[in-house]
Structures are given as C-alpha cells and as structure tokens.
C-alpha cells in the first residue's frame, strides 16, 4: 500500500509546561548545535507534506522555524490532546501524523509503518509502542477526528487512553528501534541522547 505522504501533516507538540526541565522550552534546548525540535523536523520532513508545531511560548523563535507556529486553543496547559486537536484544526490533509519535540532521534518510516498497521487494521489511530509499552504522543490518525477530540476535550477530560476507547486503534510495533522513542525529559536524559547523536541530522536547508 501506499504511504499518503502528500496527504498527511505533521504536527509537533511543543505546548507542555516542561516541568522536569525546570520549565525550560524543551523544543528549544540546544542538542547537538541545533534546537531539539529542529532533530524532530528534520525526521519527519521526509514523510509528511507539511508541518505544524503546536507551541504555546516562544512563537517566534519556533517561527524563525519555517513553519507555522499553532497555539493551544484550551487554557491551562491542557495536555497533548490539546495541541493535537489545535494543530489538527489547522491542518488541511486527510491524516495527520503527530510527534513529540522531545524525541529527536525517530526514524524516517515512522509515518510509513503506522500507517501500513492502521490500514491493515482498518482502524481510524494508530499508536506506536516501543516493543514494551504503547507511546501515546506517536500518533498517526485521520485528521477527521478532530470535532470528537475538540468535544472529548470540552467536556472536561484530558486522559489520552479515555479518548483512544472512543476509536477503533491499532497498535504498530517498533521494537526494533526502541530508541526512536527515547525522550529528554530531564538535563540527564539529554546529555544520554546527545552521547548516541553523532552530530546530528540537519533541518532541510540548513547549510551550516
């Protein structure tokens, strides 16, 4: 089957409060000479037709970014549902395919194996797992779930796995690339990722 790579939108969540990083801008620590989100675009750039990134501080250095800068269009820092259905309400395609600013080392067929499994399961979200558990925030869905969402979230909830009971979900595994998943979290967590980075990936563009 196909992958629809024109017919699908990344979106980035960059919108957390990034508490365990004492509140500092995740998609925004330098890692390996770049910004973290600039590893996370340039691994999704490949597989999608454009992207959102969902950001609610710092809009205009995420700007400065070359794509547009998407707020959450839910108080309170209301989790990544929020920044999922804000950024799915801008995108314009059949699917969306959403990521994390905080994992810069996914893989370019990220995109094209979920939705092979979502297809195969004739499900409407598909959601990575990591061999050992499922990664909720690694998404690749139909972009016209996006008033449920909107009305999940209006009623007062947040939980994901509330959510995902709503849909028929499939689950692709990548147990062979675990690491595709692995998240800063903490100064620690970033100093691991930058020790297994060997300089790198670069923004489309970027000749530096």
Not at 21 to 40: E, S
Not at 61 to 75: M, S
Request: charged fraction near 20%.
């Amino acid at each position: 089957m196909e992958y629809p790579k024109q017919g699908t939108t990344g979106i980035i969540l960059a919108g957390g409060r990034a508490s365990r990083m004492g509140g500092t801008d995740k998609g925004l620590v330098p890692l390996a000479r770049q910004p973290m989100i600039a590893h996370v675009i340039a691994a999704l750039q490949p597989q999608v037709a454009t992207i959102l990134i969902n950001a609610n501080r710092n809009a205009d250095r995420y700007g400065t970014l070359g794509f547009p800068v998407v707020p959450d269009q839910f108080r309170n820092f209301a989790g990544p549902l929020a920044g999922m259905a804000s950024g799915m309400r801008s995108a314009s395609t059949p699917y969306v395919l959403v990521a994390p600013c905080d994992s810069p080392l996914i893989g370019h067929e990220l995109g094209p194996r979920m939705h092979r499994r979502l297809v195969e399961a004739d499900a409407s979200v598909c959601v990575a797992s990591d061999g050992a558990r499922t990664q909720p925030v690694f998404l690749f869905m139909r972009r016209d779930l996006v008033e449920d969402m909107v009305a999940f979230l209006e009623s007062g909830e947040r939980k994901i796995d509330k959510w995902f009971a709503r849909h028929p979900v499939a689950v692709a595994e990548f147990a062979d690339h675990p690491e595709w998943f692995q998240n800063a979290n903490s100064p620690a967590e970033l100093q691991e990722i930058e020790r297994q980075m060997d300089g790198g990936p670069k923004v489309a563009g970027d000749s530096s």
